[in-house]
Nanobody, 119 residues
Framework: QVQLVESGGGLVQAGGSLSLSCTAS????????MGWYRQAPGKQRELVAA???????NYADSVKGRFTISRDNAKNTVYLQMNSLKPEDTAVYYC?????????????WGQGTQVTVSS
């Protein structure tokens, strides 16, 4: 069974930094893409950043220049370094992966981790 396990998150003051990580486990033949979404109370889930392959990245306009996504293929892990955090970054952050597994192509979600930025 494929699983995404997230770590990181927490409470930080505005202007501070946090780092998230997400590791995919199970029988995985290939990871096509990994990324991070977030959902604030009363809002729809939105893409924060994604990485396709090892170097192709995509960021939401609201986080460009502040967040950096990276990936360690050997560890099946994706990271999100968040700098210059703002109160509007407060949300539950979800890891997402597009995987080739023994069951075929699957889209998996992590359980979510809370990020709270105080003003």
């Amino acid at each position: 069974q494929v699983q995404l396990v997230e770590s990181g998150g927490g409470l930080v003051q505005a202007g501070g930094s946090l780092s998230l990580s997400c590791t995919a486990s199970g029988v995985i033949f290939r990871i096509n893409a990994m990324g991070w979404y977030r959902q604030a109370p009363g809002k729809q889930r939105e893409l924060v950043a994604a990485i396709m392959g090892s170097v192709s990245t995509n960021y939401a306009d609201s986080v460009k220049g502040r967040f950096t996504i990276s990936r360690d293929n050997a560890k099946n892990t994706v990271y999100l370094q968040m700098n210059s955090l703002k109160p509007e970054d407060t949300a539950v952050y979800y890891c997402h992966a597009d995987l080739a597994t023994i069951k075929g192509l699957v889209l998996e979600w992590g359980q979510g981790t809370q990020v709270t930025v105080s003003s």
